[in-house]
Structures are given as structure tokens and as C-alpha cells.
């Protein structure tokens, strides 16, 4: 889909946006197949330790041709000039639920169609990308009939302005699992958010639907879950011989795995059985750190979603449960993960979105690795760099580099003095085509 002036770019800010009048999108600097560069105060490109002054990218079509200084600004190259703002290259959300809104997800998993939650689901997805979040990874969520995949395929046939989008259609869950419904009488019979599937032979057959309908990530729920309700994150949920069926099934495909997984046992399992990444990690221990490091397991810590319930609280109530064990385990899991930080593991930012509303809070992830114990460089760089090489797509995103996809953000000032400047995205470019630019210097 082309940018047009006018009406057309009117039409998109209501895409984008979802909403009229809020924020207009500007008209592009340039079609898509232009040439133009782009320059800020600052310039972090998810690789070098150090930030370069006065930075300028060219990008050309939808990829970035190169990366500099001034004496790359040749005369007639069209220039967008940023001012005293931040480039860094657009973020990379590896755990995010944008189909469910709020904190009483199962209830409103059975209350609305597949139909109202994608169209809910397309606007958050949008509402990340205006974010500053230029990929997302998606955890599995909570529909039955992959709305989000559709999601994906309307964005990638140009129906619509959206992030890149990976991820699990479900997150697998045994039966009385985070990903079942267990807050109903036995003679309710209902379909569970999550895909349940018990035994190796049943795992088997989920993985490979899963696979059939468009998921390039198989999400399992080793153990249980704060978020759900009638199950126990310190509970181990999957043997290791369910593991080892859904590792093996999805490798045959090409699929890696992530794990949700809490309790210690779990952790260890699900790196043992050759997952790809483990999910929030709260219960770690030496030996667990110790198999991360030896298997070069990713480790995604989720750290902020707890603080965020602790300060807002649960409207509905439904995640009181969630609240309580954040209260309890919160410390404990900083202090496990900053060991996992010294011990070197590898480490990507990813926010749990879906379970607070507004994806500006996805920054309090990588404001939350700082507190754990990284550099606010180290901190960025997980939330670019090393997101897109946990999802393999480093060739392709992660770092501003010529031959990389224009997928770039601004925020104002120097957000290694202030991570927060993460929260206050001014300008984002999507291979190439600007989809938000805000205030002044335009
Ligand atoms: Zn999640």
C-alpha cells in the first residue's frame, strides 16, 4: 500500500491512530522507493556501547543504505531533521497478547467473538506500532481461531498499517492449566482461552495444528500462571515427556519454542528439552542460570507486569491472585534476575501487553532490566538488538545498520539519562515509511 498526500494520509492516520482527529499522520517525506535521510542530535544503533553525535541514516525503498554523520547529507537528499531527539532502531516486544485487554481476560475471552477481538486486536497492534514497538512476538493469546494470525495476514496483504508480527496462536496448556478455563462448574462446558492438550500424542496433534494455521511459534505453559485463575505458578504442568513431544514436532517444522515457565523444575525441564526461550523465569536458581548460560537459552524476565498491578490494582478483581504473588515473589525475582544479567544470559525485553491497556507502559520493561541490573545501553539493546535475535530475525531488524530494514524510532532527548524518554515516542518509521512524527522539527 502506497502513501499518498491528503485524503489518503488522512485515511491512514485514522488506520493508524483508530481514532479520528487524534494526531494526524503528516504526509510521507517521500514514496516508498525514495531516497532520504534522517538526523538527530543522537543516534544509538543497538550494536556500539556508545552513542553517536549528531547522527544521520539514509534510507532508501524500505531498507537503510547508510549510517553516519553530516558528510553523508549530499545536496538534494531530502533530510527529515529530528532536532534534539534520539534515533534508535524500533523495538522489539518478544512477549505480547494483543487480543486481550485488561485484567479480567477469561471472562472476556468468553464473552467476546473472534470477530470483535480482532478488530480490538488490529487496534492494539496499531497502537503499539504508533508505540514505537516496530515487532511484536505474540505469546499465544486468547482466541480460538487465531484472530491474530488474520491479523498478520490483513497487515502483511496491506489492508492495513501494522508492526511485524510473529508468534503462537495458543499457549498450550494441560487441562486445569493457566490456559483453562477453572472458574466454572463441571457441567459448563466451554472452549479454555489457551489449546489444551494432555499427554505426548495430544501434543503432538496441538503442535501441528498450531503449525496448519499459521503459527511459527509453539507457546507451552510448563507450569502454571499468575494471571489465571485456579492454578499455581510454583506447580510444574508439563512432564518432560510432553516437553520433549513439542519440542521435537516443532523442530521437525522448523518452530521454535517458548516456555512459560515459573517453578525452578520447570525452568530446568523446559531448557533440558531444547525450548528456545523461557518466559518470566520468576523461580531461577544457580543451577538454572547456569543451564541458560550452557544452553543459550533466551530468557525473557516480564519484570514490569507485576509492578504494574502493584501500583494500579486489579479493577475487576480478577487479578488479585496476581497481585498477591507479585507482592510476594517481586523482589526475589529482580535479585535472581540480575544474577542471570552478571552470568551473562541472554536477555530480551518482553512487556506481557494485553494485561494493562496502553502500550506506552511497554517501556516500563526495559526501565524495569535497568532496576534488575543492566546499563540503561544494555537495557536498550535488549529491547532491539537482542529481540531480533531471539525471533532469528537479525538480518533483517534489531540494529541501525545499512542493508537493515528501515524500521527506526526517535524519542525526545538523551533516554540513557532518562529510560523513560522510552514512553514518549515522537517519530517512527516502518521499512521506510514514516507512520508517526510528531511536534516540532518537521
Ligand atoms: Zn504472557
Given at each position: ?15 493508524v ?17 525514495g531516497?532520504h535521510a534522517?538526523?538527530?542530535?543522537r543516534?544509538i ?5 556508545t ?6 541514516v ?10 553516519g ?5 549530499t ?14 532502531p524500533g523495538l522489539?516486544d ?10 479480567d481476560?477469561?471472562?472476556d ?5 473472534s ?24 505469546a ?9 494470525l ?26 486445569g ?9 463441571p457441567?459448563?462446558h466451554?472452549v ?8 505426548p ?11 496448519k494455521?499459521g503459527?511459527d511459534?509453539?507457546?507451552l505453559?510448563?507450569t502454571?500462571a ?9 506447580d510444574?504442568?508439563?512432564s ?27 525452568i530446568?525441564?523446559?531448557i ?6 523461557i ?15 550452557e544452553?543459550?537459552?533466551w530468557?525473557v524476565?516480564?519484570l ?5 498491578y502493584?501500583?494500579h ?31 551473562g544470559?541472554k536477555?530480551a ?11 506506552v507502559?511497554?517501556?516500563g ?14 537495557a536498550l539493546q535488549a529491547a532491539t538488538?537482542?529481540?531480533?535475535e ?6 533483517r531488524i ?16 538523551d533516554?540513557?539519562a ?7 515516542v ?11 512524527r510528531?511536534?516540532?522539527?518537521r
Amino acid at each position: 500500500m502506497r502513501l499518498l498526500p491528503g485524503a489518503a494520509a488522512a485515511l491512514l492516520a485514522v488506520l493508524v491512530t483508530g481514532t479520528l482527529g487524534a494526531q494526524p499522520l503528516p504526509d510521507p517525506p517521500a514514496p516508498s522507493t525514495g531516497r532520504h535521510a534522517l538526523r538527530a542530535a543522537r543516534l544509538i544503533d543497538g550494536r556500539a556501547d556508545t552513542v553517536r553525535r549528531d547522527g544521520v541514516v539514509v534510507v532508501e525503498g524500505e531498507r537503510i543504505v547508510a549510517v553516519g554523520g553530516p558528510e553523508l547529507l549530499t545536496p538534494g537528499l531530502e533530510v527529515i531533521d529530528l532536532g534534539d531527539a534520539t534515533l534508535l532502531p524500533g523495538l522489539v516486544d518478544v512477549h505480547s497478547h494483543p487480543l486481550i485487554a485488561g485484567d479480567d481476560y477469561q471472562t472476556d475471552h468468553l464473552r467476546d467473538s473472534s470477530a470483535f477481538k480482532a478488530l480490538r486486536g488490529l487496534k492494539a497492534v496499531q497502537d503499539n506500532l504508533r508505540a514505537g514497538w516496530t515487532t511484536l512476538r505474540i505469546a499465544g493469546d486468547a482466541d480460538v481461531f487465531y484472530a491474530h494470525l488474520d491479523i498478520r495476514r490483513a497487515i502483511d496483504q496491506g489492508l492495513f498499517v501494522g508492526p511485524r508480527l510473529t508468534g503462537a496462536g495458543h499457549y498450550l496448556s494441560i487441562t486445569g492449566g493457566g490456559g483453562d478455563i477453572n472458574f466454572l462448574g463441571p457441567e459448563h462446558h466451554v472452549v479454555a482461552d489457551g489449546k489444551i492438550a494432555d499427554g505426548p500424542e495430544e501434543m503432538r496433534k496441538a503442535v501441528r495444528e498450531e503449525i496448519k494455521y499459521g503459527s511459527d511459534w509453539i507457546k507451552l505453559l510448563v507450569t502454571g500462571a499468575f494471571m489465571s485463575a485456579g492454578d499455581h505458578p510454583e506447580d510444574v504442568h508439563y512432564s518432560e515427556d510432553e516437553v520433549r513431544m513439542a519440542v521435537e514436532e516443532a523442530a521437525r517444522h522448523g518452530v521454535p519454542v517458548m516456555a512459560h515457565a515459573h517453578a525452578t523444575a520447570g525452568i530446568k525441564l523446559a531448557i533440558r528439552a531444547g525450548v528456545r526461550s523461557i518466559e518470566h523465569g520468576t523461580f531461577l536458581d544457580d543451577e538454572a542460570i547456569r543451564l541458560l548460560v550452557e544452553h543459550g537459552t533466551w530468557l525473557v524476565p516480564t519484570l514490569y507486569i507485576g509492578d504494574y498491578y502493584i501500583e494500579h490494582g486489579s479493577p475487576t478483581g480478577a487479578q488479585d491472585k496476581m497481585i498477591e504473588l507479585s507482592k510476594k515473589y517481586k523482589a526475589q525475582h529482580y535479585a535472581w534476575v540480575g544474577k542471570a544479567i552478571q552470568a551473562g544470559v541472554k536477555i530480551a525485553v518482553g512487556s506481557d501487553f494485553g494485561a494493562y491497556p496502553a502500550p506506552v507502559e511497554n517501556a516500563g520493561e526495559i526501565e524495569a532490566l535497568h532496576r534488575a541490573g543492566m546499563t540503561p545501553m544494555q537495557a536498550l539493546q535488549a529491547a532491539t538488538r537482542a529481540g531480533a535475535e531471539l525471533l532469528g530475525w537479525q538480518d533483517r531488524i534489531g540494529t541501525i545498520e545499512p542493508g537493515k530494514l528501515a524500521d527506526l524510532i526517535a524519542v525526545p532527548g538523551d533516554p540513557l539519562a532518562d529510560l523513560s524518554a522510552l514512553r514518549r515516542v515522537s517519530f517512527v518509521m516502518l521499512g521506510g515509511r514514516v507512520v508517526r512524527r510528531d511536534g516540532a522539527g518537521r
